[in-house]
């Protein structure tokens, strides 16, 4: 689960992409990846934890350059979204 103290992080969804997909790097692919956001953190929980359970989407996310950049940026260590 991720838990931002902000609850209107416009990052979110960019947050648990960076999760989804380090668990993804990580992880054998015979495990089942649930990235969400704490219940009552977040003002658009269910729009965000819907965005990060489509695999396709997460896929299609995945495809874009210019968010993949990001996501990569971010998954650098030492490197933090704020």
Known sequence: LIHRH???CSASTLIGLCIRLKLM??????YK????ITP?????EQQVNKQLADKERVAAALENKSLLDVVHKCL??????S
Do not use: F, W
Not at 76 to 81: C, Q, Y
């Open 76 to 81: 650098m260590e030492g490197n933090r979204i």
């Open 25 to 30: 790097q990580s992880l054998p692919p015979r």
């Open 40 to 44: 009552g953190t977040h003002l658009q």
């Open 33 to 36: 990846i649930d990235v969400k």
């Open 6 to 8: 902000v609850p209107h």
